[in-house]
């Protein structure tokens, strides 16, 4: 395994209203304060957001294509949804190399999400396995 712990990778994403309805297409979640402005108005983050899974997805990108990279199985994902995606937002998304336990090739993996203010929006975790 030629992991090194605090390795990262990061890929970024500026969200746009069809990615939202796309994402929304693909899983099945019509949540009005995604795709309907008036609805969203009225909530308290005053207009659209982006689903919370879309950074997820995001995350998943980064450690399918680039660290640790292809052939990568998930074992498990944490998530924490720390402030909202709004359209137009940029999301970077960065996961760093926590802890490694070469015997099994499992590798545990800090995850994060931030805008383009550098504010986090998603928090977590990733362990996964990998043998590279």
Known sequence: MSLTIGASATISKTISDQDIVRFAEVIGDHNPVHLDETYAAKTMFKRRIAHGMLCGGLISAVIGTKLPGPGTIYLNQTLRFTAPV?????????????????DKGIVTLETVCFNQHNKNVVEGEAVVMFRG
């Open 86 to 102: 709004y359209i137009g937002d940029t999301v970077t998304a960065r996961v760093t190399v926590a802890k490694i336990r070469e």
